[in-house]
């Protein structure tokens, strides 16, 4: 396993259609090995594959609060069958918008169909926390960031704001 550079914005690999998964190989599992670990020490509570660079239709998620007791869930092609007409709200941010959050309304409950890390079909409901984590990440594998839900004025601030820092970051480097 090993921890990967985490991609932020405004990286346009973001804004990429990440690629459907053909099979769950060893290589795939490799990727959500590291996937996981770059998740954990970010730290994070989901992460996908495109936030690594690699856009492939893949996702990590860890919501357990018990750093002794992990439990992660791997989905691999994941798809949103169902979504609640209720909305839940929640502060959200994003390992590749850092330090940036804001109040986002989603679907408080909704049903994704997967594979999991065996490459078996899975279909799962979930709620609260758990389904808004698992809509912000497919969103990822869409090329959609959290930020599109706000105004378009709060988006170029944040937009703005992130890309200074790059700079700024860049010239420390050099
Ligand atoms: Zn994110």
Known sequence: MAIKKIVTVPDSILRKK???????????????????????????IGLAAVQI???????????????????????????LTWKSKEKATYEEGCLSIPDQFAKIDRPEKCTVKFLDYNGNTKEMKAEGLLATCIQHEIDHLNGILFIDYLSKLKKDIIIKKLSKNKKELERIVV
């Open 18 to 44: 990440s690629l459907v998964v053909e099979k769950v190989d060893k290589e795939i599992k490799n990727l959500m090995d590291d996937m996981l670990e770059t998740m954990y020490k970010a730290p994070g």
């Open 53 to 79: 660079g690699i856009p492939k239709r893949i996702v990590v998620i860890d919501i357990s609060k018990d750093e002794n007791k992990k439990d992660p869930i791997y989905f691999v092609n994941p798809e």
